[in-house]
């Protein structure tokens, strides 16, 4: 679908967003600000807030690497943003080959090509974007196929030259140990060590 609708898109920029979640007010005007301010980016997300029912009660909070070297670091092991943070130029994602059809990996497979490319992502340290989890979100975070196309998806990332052996080996083998645990460990995995959960 999003491999199809970008080539759709009539304007300059795209501005991503998922349609059960949600936008700050201030999202737009302060992404292209940073466009504006910073001559070393080309794409801009943020932090992200996570919620379950009422976007007023967030459950935990994803921060992510904010400037362009620390995101492109980052990005060799963990995926650097959240998709429907993006702002991002039309014409830079057909440049790196537009989407293509990954099982739950075509978002990360997209930025690290256009990083590879030398663009830059820069991350607002705000929580722009309010995003709804599921029950089953961590859930399908893990199983033989998620952990198969995971693999598959940084294999060509080592094999493209973006990361390295050790980066391949620490991620892969860190997220198969992760995706094949039991959901209920899953979930307790990533609310421990990869968000900062609110509390009360």
């Not at 737009?28 to 009422?54: H, P, T, W, Y």
């Not at 130029?89 to 990083?115: C, Q, S």
Request: charged content about 25%; hydrophobic content about 40%.
């Amino acid at each position: 679908m999003l491999r199809k609708a970008v080539p759709l898109c009539r304007n300059t920029y795209i501005a991503r967003m998922d349609a059960d979640d949600y936008s700050s007010p201030e999202r737009l005007s302060k992404q292209f600000a940073i466009l504006d301010q910073r001559d070393d980016v080309d794409i801009v997300g943020c932090n992200v807030d996570e919620f379950m029912d009422d976007v007023t009660e967030p459950v935990s909070h994803v921060v992510l690497p904010e400037l362009p070297a620390d995101a492109l670091r980052f990005a060799k092991r963990r995926c650097p943003m959240r998709h429907p943070a993006l702002l991002y130029r039309k014409d830079d994602v057909l440049a790196a080959g537009n989407y293509r059809p990954l099982y739950t990996f075509e978002d990360y497979d997209l930025i690290v090509r256009m990083l590879h490319r030398g663009l830059r992502l820069y991350n607002v340290q705000e929580p722009l974007v309010s995003m709804r989890v599921s029950p089953d979100f961590y859930a399908r975070r893990g199983g033989p196929r998620f952990v198969a196309c995971m693999v598959r998806t940084k294999w060509r990332f080592l094999v493209m030259g973006f990361s390295s052996l050790p980066d391949f080996l620490v991620s892969c083998l860190g997220q198969t140990f992760v995706g094949l645990m039991p959901g209920s460990f899953r979930a307790w995995f990533y609310k421990t060590f990869l968000r900062k959960e609110i509390i009360g």
